[in-house]
Protein backbone atom coordinates (compact mmCIF):
# COMPACT_ATOMS: atom_id res chain seq x y z
CA UNK A 1 0.00 0.00 0.00
CA UNK A 2 1.56 3.62 -1.12
CA UNK A 3 0.25 6.74 -1.15
CA UNK A 4 2.43 9.43 -3.14
CA UNK A 5 2.05 13.02 -2.84
CA UNK A 6 3.53 15.37 -6.16
CA UNK A 7 2.31 18.92 -7.10
CA UNK A 8 3.97 20.68 -4.63
CA UNK A 9 6.70 23.80 -5.27
CA UNK A 10 7.00 27.50 -4.99
CA UNK A 11 4.37 29.89 -5.94
CA UNK A 12 3.48 33.67 -5.35
CA UNK A 13 0.38 34.60 -2.94
CA UNK A 14 -2.56 34.74 -5.07
CA UNK A 15 -1.35 32.00 -7.45
CA UNK A 16 -2.43 28.38 -7.53
CA UNK A 17 -1.05 24.78 -7.69
CA UNK A 18 -2.69 21.30 -7.92
CA UNK A 19 -1.54 18.34 -5.53
CA UNK A 20 -1.90 15.03 -6.55
CA UNK A 21 -2.17 11.79 -4.29
CA UNK A 22 -2.11 8.46 -6.49
CA UNK A 23 -2.45 5.38 -4.51
CA UNK A 24 -0.83 2.07 -5.50
CA UNK A 25 -1.97 -1.39 -3.31
CA UNK A 26 -5.62 -0.32 -2.54
CA UNK A 27 -8.69 1.17 -4.23
CA UNK A 28 -9.21 4.46 -2.69
CA UNK A 29 -12.83 4.43 -3.27
CA UNK A 30 -12.77 1.72 -0.80
CA UNK A 31 -11.40 4.46 1.95
CA UNK A 32 -11.46 7.82 3.42
CA UNK A 33 -9.27 9.93 1.87
CA UNK A 34 -7.64 13.33 3.69
CA UNK A 35 -5.26 16.09 3.53
CA UNK A 36 -3.23 17.62 6.10
CA UNK A 37 -0.44 19.81 6.28
CA UNK A 38 1.87 20.98 8.74
CA UNK A 39 3.92 23.46 8.77
CA UNK A 40 7.52 24.37 10.67
CA UNK A 41 6.82 24.85 14.52
CA UNK A 42 3.19 23.90 14.37
CA UNK A 43 0.98 21.16 14.49
CA UNK A 44 -0.55 19.27 11.64
CA UNK A 45 -4.02 19.90 10.81
CA UNK A 46 -6.87 18.78 8.26
CA UNK A 47 -7.28 20.14 5.54
CA UNK A 48 -9.62 18.26 3.44
CA UNK A 49 -11.41 15.15 2.92
CA UNK A 50 -13.19 12.92 0.59
CA UNK A 51 -15.13 9.59 0.53
CA UNK A 52 -15.37 10.09 -3.36
CA UNK A 53 -17.60 7.05 -3.55
CA UNK A 54 -20.36 8.77 -2.25
CA UNK A 55 -19.56 12.42 -3.31
CA UNK A 56 -18.88 13.76 -0.13
CA UNK A 57 -16.45 16.29 1.01
CA UNK A 58 -15.21 18.30 3.58
CA UNK A 59 -12.94 21.34 4.27
CA UNK A 60 -11.24 23.22 6.90
CA UNK A 61 -12.72 26.52 7.92
CA UNK A 62 -9.66 28.42 6.37
CA UNK A 63 -9.42 26.83 2.84
CA UNK A 64 -13.35 26.93 2.34
CA UNK A 65 -13.89 29.06 -0.84
CA UNK A 66 -10.28 28.29 -2.01
CA UNK A 67 -9.35 24.62 -1.85
CA UNK A 68 -11.48 21.55 -4.31
CA UNK A 69 -10.57 18.35 -3.13
CA UNK A 70 -11.57 15.66 -5.76
CA UNK A 71 -10.88 12.21 -7.29
CA UNK A 72 -10.17 10.29 -10.15
CA UNK A 73 -11.04 6.47 -9.63
CA UNK A 74 -10.04 5.62 -13.20
CA UNK A 75 -6.15 6.56 -11.76
CA UNK A 76 -6.96 5.75 -8.40
CA UNK A 77 -5.96 9.43 -7.62
CA UNK A 78 -6.74 12.05 -5.74
CA UNK A 79 -6.79 15.68 -5.98
CA UNK A 80 -6.16 19.35 -4.28
CA UNK A 81 -6.86 22.21 -6.03
CA UNK A 82 -5.39 25.14 -4.58
CA UNK A 83 -6.53 28.97 -5.51
CA UNK A 84 -5.71 32.20 -3.92
CA UNK A 85 -2.98 30.70 -1.47
CA UNK A 86 -1.55 32.86 0.85
CA UNK A 87 1.75 32.59 2.40
CA UNK A 88 0.31 30.90 6.11
CA UNK A 89 -0.67 28.04 3.49
CA UNK A 90 3.18 27.31 3.36
CA UNK A 91 3.66 24.07 4.07
CA UNK A 92 4.30 20.55 4.29
CA UNK A 93 0.94 18.70 2.41
CA UNK A 94 0.83 15.29 3.23
CA UNK A 95 -2.42 12.78 2.41
CA UNK A 96 -3.52 9.67 4.18
CA UNK A 97 -6.36 6.91 3.72
CA UNK A 98 -8.14 5.46 6.36
CA UNK A 99 -11.36 3.86 7.29
CA UNK A 100 -14.54 5.08 6.00
CA UNK A 101 -16.48 3.99 8.87
CA UNK A 102 -14.66 6.09 11.78
CA UNK A 103 -16.83 7.58 13.99
CA UNK A 104 -14.72 10.67 14.46
CA UNK A 105 -13.68 13.67 13.19
CA UNK A 106 -12.77 13.65 9.17
CA UNK A 107 -9.45 14.71 10.75
CA UNK A 108 -8.57 12.24 13.72
CA UNK A 109 -4.94 11.12 12.65
CA UNK A 110 -5.89 7.14 14.05
CA UNK A 111 -8.85 7.37 11.54
CA UNK A 112 -5.87 7.14 9.17
CA UNK A 113 -3.54 3.92 8.17
CA UNK A 114 -1.78 5.10 5.05
CA UNK A 115 0.29 8.41 4.48
CA UNK A 116 2.25 9.71 1.69
CA UNK A 117 5.28 11.29 2.26
CA UNK A 118 4.72 14.53 1.76
CA UNK A 119 5.03 17.54 -0.48
CA UNK A 120 6.47 20.93 0.07
CA UNK A 121 4.37 23.77 -0.79
CA UNK A 122 5.78 27.66 -0.15
CA UNK A 123 3.68 30.46 -0.94
CA UNK A 124 5.93 34.01 -1.09
CA UNK A 125 4.57 37.13 -0.46
Known amino acids: VQLVESGGGLVQAGGSLRLSCAASGFTFDDYAIAWFRQAPGKEREGVSY????????YYADFVKGRFTISGDNAKNTVYLQMNSLSPEDTAVYYC???????????????????WGQGTQVTVSS
Open 96 to 114: AAGSPHYSGSYFDAPRYDY
Open 50 to 57: IRRKYGMT
